[in-house]
């Protein structure tokens, strides 16, 4: 079995300041990983996924992660935010080649940022 | 445009009240899934199905219920023996077999 630990439930940042949100797993095979956000009474949004190939994964709105396995983990971060980029964050896993098992998500980070 | 509605999109129920959240999409997706969103809870897995006619429990089953009798809806039915049924409920589907979700945009019910 797969499980997420997103180490802050909060995050609170300045407006134009770089961000960091931290995701660890675990899980025994290889893994599928993903970043969503989700605004306020919305819906999820993939922001960026990494399935395989370079560590290193561009998403939307400016973020990016790096997976790393030797350190279960996989962070976004973003170099500069902005206002709009206030939302809640979650970071989940799926084991590789495992059809559609439920993705397994983190509890969550709310990132506020302020003006 | 394709993707996935859900309605209503704030629903009030008594305490002993069955109500039915309905799930419905348009991307002719195999999977769909049901989770349950409370403040700093993440989400949760109530149940999904990979295929027509077929379901699985996913963590938080008791006291939901759900039908898959067509590809392109999954309705969910809280009953009354969901002891603390408030709560904001998402439905997401996926075809890709790299487990990449679309969500809707939520179902919040409030039990009154």
């Known amino acids: 079995a797969q499980s997420v630990t997103q180490l802050d439930s909060q995050v609170p940042v300045f407006e134009e300041a770089p961000v960091e949100l931290r995701c660890n797993y675990s899980?025994?095979?290889?893994?599928?990983l993903f970043w969503y956000v989700q605004y306020p009474n919305q819906g999820l949004q993939l922001l960026l996924k990494?399935?395989?190939?370079?560590?290193l994964v561009k998403g939307i709105n400016g973020f990016e992660a790096e997976f790393n396995k030797s350190q279960t983990s996989f962070h976004l971060r973003k170099p500069s935010v902005h206002i709009s980029d206030t939302a809640e964050y979650f970071c989940a896993v799926s084991p590789v080649y495992s059809g559609n098992t439920p993705l397994v998500f983190g509890k969550g980070t709310r990132l506020s940022v302020i003006a | 445009d394709g993707g996935i509605t859900q309605s209503p999109k704030y629903l009030f129920r008594k305490e002993g009240q069955n109500v039915t959240l309905s799930c419905e999409q348009n991307?002719?997706?195999?999977?769909m899934y049901w989770y349950r969103q409370d403040p700093g809870q993440g989400l949760r897995l109530i149940y999904y199905s990979q295929i027509v006619n077929d379901f699985q429990k996913g963590d938080i089953a008791e006291g939901y219920s759900v039908s898959r009798e067509k590809k392109e809806s999954f309705p969910l039915t809280v009953t009354s023996a969901q002891k603390n049924p408030t709560a904001f409920y998402l439905c997401?589907?996926?075809?890709?077999?790299?487990?990449?979700?679309?969500f809707g945009a939520g179902s919040r019910l409030t039990v009154l």
């Open positions: 991307l002719n997706h195999d999977a």
């Open positions: 997401a589907s996926t075809n890709s077999g790299a487990n990449v979700l679309t």
């Open positions: 990494y399935l395989s190939g370079s560590t």
């Open positions: 899980s025994s095979v290889s893994v599928y």
